[in-house]
């Protein structure tokens, strides 16, 4: 099992592209998850999928949409890249249940110039 | 909104001393797990408490969850240079939200060979 893949590993992006951010699990998860890491603030929520078909915003939606595709699939898209967006974004799932661990994807180091 | 608060920042020991991480909760907590990521690279679940006053070992960490469930400590004893890292607790409450996890900001420890 490869467990939960991101793809890609680096971005480097230009203020007002977009882009998408992919991600992927084999582990029959229901539960999806969208974090940025920045020094200094840890793991923010940007948004998270309880299950195949529903999601819900995090600490810090703005600027950001998901889609959870299927079950194994959840994607981080940025419509307008802003500066304020460089960080380092995780994706991470869980089985539905109390209080499961949840598993990370390896990032993507994404850079706004 | 529920925030987890976490201390110190940063950490820097010698081989051999010891460790401790605090996290405190504005909220009743319903468990709160903690992480580890290496420099690097992505969280990595330790271990998960759930009952009142609760303390969980692992070889060196010792893991204590408090009585009013609204703060957690991770406490290494003699450290070691493999464990070098950022430490994050994780706390849910899920009388409000039964998937949204709410991360402290992490411990970045270094131990000096």
């Known amino acids: 099992n490869a467990g939960v893949t991101q793809t890609p590993k680096f971005q480097v992006l230009k203020t007002g592209q977009s882009m998408t951010l992919q991600c992927a699990q084999d582990m029959n998860h229901n539960s999806m998850y969208w974090y940025r890491q920045d020094p200094g603030m840890g793991l923010r929520l940007i948004y998270y999928?309880?299950?195949?078909?529903?999601?819900d915003k995090g600490e810090v939606p703005n600027g950001y949409n998901v889609s959870r595709l299927n079950k194994r699939e959840f994607s981080l898209r940025l419509e307008s890249a802003a500066p304020s967006q460089t960080s380092v974004y995780f994706c991470a799932s869980r089985v539905a249940g109390a209080g499961n661990e949840q598993f990370f994807g390896p990032g993507t180091r994404l850079t706004v110039l | 909104g529920q925030q987890v608060m976490q201390i110190p920042q940063y950490q820097h020991v010698q081989e051999g001393e010891d460790f401790t991480t605090y996290c405190n909760s504005s909220t009743t907590l319903s468990n709160i797990q903690w992480y580890k990521q290496r420099p690097g690279g992505h969280p990595v679940f330790l271990i998960q408490?759930?009952?009142?006053?609760e303390v969980k070992k692992q070889k060196r960490l010792t893991f204590q969850f408090g009585e009013a469930k609204k703060n957690s400590s991770l406490h290494i004893t003699a450290t070691q240079t493999t464990d070098v890292g950022t430490y994050f607790c994780?706390?849910?409450?899920?009388?409000?939200?039964?998937?949204?996890?709410?991360f402290g900001s992490g411990t970045k420890l270094n131990v000096k060979p």
């Open positions: 408490l759930v009952k009142s006053g």
């Open positions: 994780a706390g849910r409450n899920t009388v409000y939200n039964f998937n949204k996890f709410y």
């Open positions: 999928s309880a299950s195949e078909g529903t999601t």
